[in-house]
């Protein structure tokens, strides 16, 4: 805990907006972009994010004595589990089976991305103690809105340690990254690949670069309306196909043009004059994160180069560490983009409950080891005994 000199304050706020930006982005840091409060700020003005669509917001801010924040917590107020990427459906179920009420249920995330960042929000010069202090400033949260539980998805491993330290049960998940070894291009990549693999992509971006069609990677000044609006209708296309519904809204893209435009990445493909399809990545300090894709026509391979081979492009030039491709898709391993860890953290208050839920992830947790393991056996990279 914080000094015991310290007099500190814990504000629930109901929406980011009545935040003042600089003192939340000095917590969040810069290296995460979906932190940013133009990010969540763009979610709730769109109406992506509010009480009606089942996110109210309940931001943590704690101040020190002189009215600094020493650290936040993106939080909100769930009454159900979608657009959360670690699945707690039938956690759900089965309580609700039992005579419980699951919902509503807090949650710490980012809406709608699956993309690991800090959850416990620390501003550089806090003392130390702020973390531990949000911590129990959560489960106060939880015991006023009397919820079932609370939920802490795509921590940082080390947020997720500091909730295991304080009790909270822990799980593993997986998805798909690209690392960047130093490489000068995109050919020093394929160079680190077996010999078919290495074939496999070269034939996919010749076939996709003879079909005619001109992929354009826009950001900052670049991105216009027309260019949005584009996207929005792919977007739209591939939620209605996929999903049956959309998250977010053209709002949403609108104001995110407008206040992030230096932390957008859009791939747009032009085929005839026409915008047909696009993929988009929003840029960390050191890692382009994949998000949405969308097209309207089919077209051989094109996903896969506007958003891993065009991604693998841009963080090479860019100097980035990595490539997030969001969650699923084992197509992904054969192009270099390998299964990699992630986690989330749960309190859950009917101790009955709790231990059956603790069973099954103390369970769970070595399948999610093993099926890692078992990925990792169709990586692309040679191997020493490779001979290509």
Not at 124 to 129: K, N
Not at 244 to 256: V, W
Not at 334 to 357: C, K, N, V
């Amino acid at each position: 805990m914080p000094d015991g000199n310290d007099t500190i304050t814990v504000k629930v706020m109901p929406g980011i907006g009545a935040i003042d930006a600089a003192a939340w982005d000095a917590c969040a840091g810069a290296e995460n972009p979906f932190l940013n409060h133009a990010f969540l700020k763009a979610l709730e003005d769109s109406g992506s994010c509010r009480a009606a669509t089942g996110w109210q917001p309940q931001h943590l801010v704690l101040e020190g004595p002189e009215g600094v924040a020493w650290g936040a917590v993106p939080l909100y107020l769930k009454s159900h589990s979608y657009g959360e990427y670690v699945f707690d459906h039938a956690w759900a179920n089965a309580y609700e089976r039992a005579g419980g009420s699951y919902y509503p249920k807090l949650q710490a995330a980012v809406p709608f991305t699956p993309v690991t960042g800090p959850r416990l929000l620390l501003h550089p010069e806090a003392p130390e103690g702020v973390a531990a202090a949000l911590i129990s400033a959560m489960e106060q949260l939880a015991d006023r809105h009397q919820v079932s539980s609370i939920h802490v998805t795509f921590p940082t491993e080390s947020d997720w340690l500091r909730f295991g330290e304080a009790g909270w049960l822990q799980r593993v998940g997986q998805q798909y990254h690209w690392e960047n070894k130093g490489y000068g291009g995109f050919d020093d990549f394929l160079g680190e690949l077996n010999s078919r693999k290495r074939k496999s992509i070269r034939k996919e971006r010749r076939e996709v670069a003879e079909s005619g069609v001109k992929i354009h990677t826009l950001t900052g000044p670049d991105l216009r309306q027309e260019h949005w609006d584009a996207f929005y209708k792919f977007y739209m296309d591939t939620s209605d196909r996929k999903w049956g519904s959309a998250y977010l809204n053209r709002k949403f893209f609108r104001q995110l043009g407008e206040t992030m435009a230096d932390r957008v990445v859009l791939m747009l493909v032009e085929d005839g004059g026409e915008w047909v399809a696009g993929a988009l990545n929003l840029l960390g300090t050191d890692t382009l994160y994949g998000r949405n894709w969308g097209c309207v026509a089919t077209y051989k391979h094109l996903h896969f180069e506007t958003c891993y081979y065009r991604a693998i492009d841009f963080a090479i030039e860019r100097g980035l560490k990595r490539v997030e491709a969001g969650a699923q898709g084992q197509h992904k391993i054969q192009r270099g983009y390998l299964p990699t860890r992630t986690f989330s953290s749960h309190w859950i208050r009917d101790p009955g409950f709790r231990t059956a839920i603790d069973d099954y992830l103390k369970r769970e947790r070595p399948a999610v080891e093993n099926e890692i393991e078992i990925l990792m056996q169709d990586s692309p990279f040679r191997r020493e005994d490779d001979c290509g």
